[in-house]
């Protein structure tokens, strides 16, 4: 079964400070991978996707992902981080199979003034 | 353009009791999506729409949940009778098409508690 893990319930980090967030995939396949933002009672809030080319996807808000095939990864990037920039993050993978959006447990992203 | 727009956005309601959801999709998007999201999880897809009929509803709990978007547009999701369990934030999305390059844009949620 195609699935995503976020390995880390929070990320803390100091303003100014590059933050990443992580996200490891398990797809049989090309995955097709996408990035969330959900910020207090919100909805969702599309960031990036990974589809194909390039491993580094440029998205919203100054974010971006790496796309790592050897290490199954597509971990969320900001050179510098804004207290803004505080919310619950998902990573998603399309399932080949039926298409449907998979959804890790979220990460929330903590950033200190 | 206009977002997804849900109603309404809290709802407090006792078990054995129903409830109903609304969803406008982002204009022109021929597929919607309702998703359950428990607190402390991700989103789990209920059900998918494409136009007016149904692709997916296999998730959905077809004793107690009903979903209907009748004329391709708006949609509505029922509960009847409420659970506790069923204490949630209901998420609307739609995309313009099914493809797996296909983005999905969501609302701003129902959060429902259930007393």
């Known amino acids: ?113 | 353009e206009a977002g997804v727009a849900q109603s309404p956005r809290y709802k407090i309601i006792e078990k054995r009791q129903s409830v109903a959801f609304w969803c406008n999709p982002i204009s022109g998007h021929a597929t919607l999506y309702w998703y359950q999201q428990i607190l402390g999880q991700g989103p789990k897809l209920l059900i998918q729409f494409q136009n007016n009929g149904v692709v997916d509803d296999s998730q959905l709990p077809k004793d107690r949940f009903s979903a209907e978007r009748l004329k391709g547009v708006d949609s509505t999701l029922k509960i009847q009778p409420a659970k506790l369990e069923d204490s949630a934030v209901y998420l609307c999305a739609s995309s313009s098409g099914t493809g797996r390059r296909e983005t999905q844009y969501f609302g701003p949620g129902t959060r429902l508690l259930v007393l």
């Open chain 1, 1 to 113: 079964a195609q699935s995503v893990a976020q390995p880390e319930d929070q990320v803390n980090v100091a303003e100014g400070n590059p933050l990443t967030v992580k996200c490891t995939y398990s797809v049989s396949g090309n995955p097709y991978l996408f990035w969330y933002v959900q910020y207090p009672n919100r909805g969702l809030q599309f960031l990036l996707k990974y589809i194909t080319g390039d491993n580094l996807v440029k998205g919203s808000y100054g974010f971006e992902a790496e796309f790592n095939k050897s290490q199954t990864s597509f971990h969320l990037k900001k050179p510098s981080a804004l207290v803004s920039d505080s919310a619950l993050y998902f990573c998603a993978v399309r399932d080949v199979n039926t298409d449907k959006l998979i959804f890790g447990t979220g990460t929330r992203l903590q950033v200190f003034p």
